[in-house]
């Protein structure tokens, strides 16, 4: 359910900056050009990096997953991995959305951002127990 909404999340908030629903403030307001996501800011990245960084790890863990699912004769470890991936993509572009702010100052602190993302890994290992025993 919390993947279902960070995804809407996600994807609303994409589609109204899309749509250019809200008009951009140049002297006050939300300046969304400098921005940084959290990843960003901690791993100091540039956007596109990240971007290239994720996709790469993605489809080398994809490959790797394949192999164990073909050695173990189960897709689980596909399962899993398509939900890591899309969970914490959406997770990032949640974050992302979340430190925006410019000048202002982002709408979440990092501090808290840090909090609720301890607190996503959790629910994310929760969830991956859960399809590992069965039980989720």
Not at 11 to 40: C, K, R, W, Y
Not at 47 to 58: I, R, Y
Not at 111 to 122: K, M, Q
Request: aromatic share 14%; hydrophobic share 55%.
């Amino acid at each position: 359910m919390f993947l279902l909404l960070m995804l809407s999340f996600s994807l609303v908030i994409n589609f109204l900056g899309v749509l250019d629903v809200f008009p951009h403030m140049a002297t006050s307001g939300v300046d969304s050009s400098d921005t940084e996501s959290a990843v960003q800011h901690f791993a100091g990245f540039s956007s596109s990096t990240v971007t290239w960084v994720f996709a790469g790890a993605t489809t080398l863990a994809f490959a790797g997953v394949v192999l164990l699912s073909w050695a173990t004769k189960t897709i689980t470890p596909i399962g899993i991995h398509l939900f890591a991936t899309v969970f914490w993509g959406s997770w990032i572009n949640t974050v992302s959305i979340f430190s925006m702010g410019g000048s202002s100052g982002p709408y979440i602190p990092a501090d808290f951002l840090i909090i609720f993302t301890v607190g996503v890994a959790f629910l994310f290992i929760a969830a991956v127990i859960g399809m590992l025993t069965g039980s989720g």
